[in-house]
C-alpha cells in the first residue's frame, strides 16, 4: 500500500510514514521496493528449481561461478545450500525448449559446474515476499 493509504490506516500524518519508511530504508530493514511482475502476462510460462553442484570448492572457482550466475536474468534466485547438491537456482522461462536451451546452453558450460537436476513447477501452492515480521 502506499504511505498514505498506511497513514490512514495507522491515523497518523503521512509525513511520519514517510520518515518512518525513510528510517527502515536507511537501517537496511527495508532494502528495496519492488513491482512484482506476473511471469504468465509476459511470456514466461515455465518455472524451474535447478540443483547444481560444482567440481571444485576453491574461492576462485565459486567465485567464478557467483560472477556467471549473476549474469544470466532467467535466475530470478540463487542460494548457496548444504545437502546432496551446492546451489538452488530458482529460473523463469517461456517454455520447455526454452528451458532446455537454458540448462544445455547456459547453464552447463558454466564454470565448476559438474551436474545439475531441474524440476519443472506444475502448479504454484503458495508465493509470498511478505516476511513475518
Known amino acids: ?11 497518523i500524518p503521512a509525513t511520519t510514514i514517510f520518515d518512518r519508511v525513510k ?8 532494502s528495496k521496493r519492488v513491482a512484482i511482475v506476473n511471469p504468465e502476462n ?14 571444485g570448492h576453491s574461492a576462485k572457482n565459486v567465485q567464478k561461478f557467483w560472477k556467471a550466475i549473476k ?12 545437502g546432496e547438491y551446492d546451489y538452488l537456482l530458482k529460473v523463469v522461462l517461456r517454455n520447455r525448449e526454452d528451458l532446455e536451451r ?11 559446474v559438474a551436474r545439475l537436476q531441474t524440476s519443472l513447477v506444475l502448479s504454484e501452492v503458495k508465493s509470498s515476499i511478505k516476511l513475518p515480521i
Not at 502506499?2 to 490512514?8: I, R
Not at 509476459?42 to 567440481?55: C, P
Not at 547456459?106 to 564454470?111: G, Q
Open 102 to 112: 537454458f540448462v544445455v546452453g547456459e547453464l552447463t558450460p558454466l564454470p565448476g
Open 71 to 82: 549474469t544470466l536474468p532467467e535466475v530470478l534466485e540463487c542460494y548457496n545450500i548444504t
Open 23 to 30: 528510517k527502515l530504508e536507511q537501517n537496511g530493514i527495508i
Open 1 to 11: 500500500i502506499t504511505n498514505s493509504e498506511l497513514a490512514l490506516k495507522l491515523e
Open 42 to 55: 509476459i511470456g514466461k510460462e515455465t518455472i524451474a528449481f535447478v540443483s547444481l553442484s560444482l567440481n
